[in-house]
């Protein structure tokens, strides 16, 4: 997820994630208006640049018509497992537990704070 260049430091925003209906349309919008270079290699993942929009993130093609398309961050951190142990005795919610990014990209995890807002913790391979 982060860029290996310019790691962020643990414990800090390092990537963010936009979900779409329509992918392309939203790339072409955010390209329109801020003028980001945003790639679209024919997947569902479209990776937007750090040095275009200031930290790593991506859009991803999101077609779970029930569920309503999202925008959140993740925060790099050391442990995945420790950090969900922390985020369930503060009173949030693992909804996506630790997955491994395809492409040897590290692991992931999503959890919901007691708000109810989507967060994200990742760690670098």
Not at 66 to 80: A, C, E, R, S
Not at 82 to 107: F, M, N, W
């Amino acid at each position: 997820m982060g860029d290996q260049a310019r790691s962020p430091k643990t414990g800090t925003i390092g990537h963010f994630e936009i979900a779409a209906r329509d992918a392309r349309k939203l790339k072409a919008f955010l390209e329109s208006v801020f003028g980001w270079k945003i790639t679209d290699d024919g997947s569902e993942v479209l990776p937007i640049s750090g040095e275009d929009a200031g930290i790593n993130g991506h859009i991803l093609g999101w077609p779970h018509e029930g569920h309503p398309t999202y925008l959140t961050f993740y925060v790099k951190v050391d442990n995945i497992q420790a950090t969900l142990d922390k985020v369930t005795r503060a009173g949030g919610t693992v909804i996506v537990p630790q997955t491994e990014i395809p492409g040897g990209g590290g692991r992931f995890a999503q959890f919901t704070d007691p708000e109810g807002h989507i967060l994200g913790v990742y760690a670098e391979p």
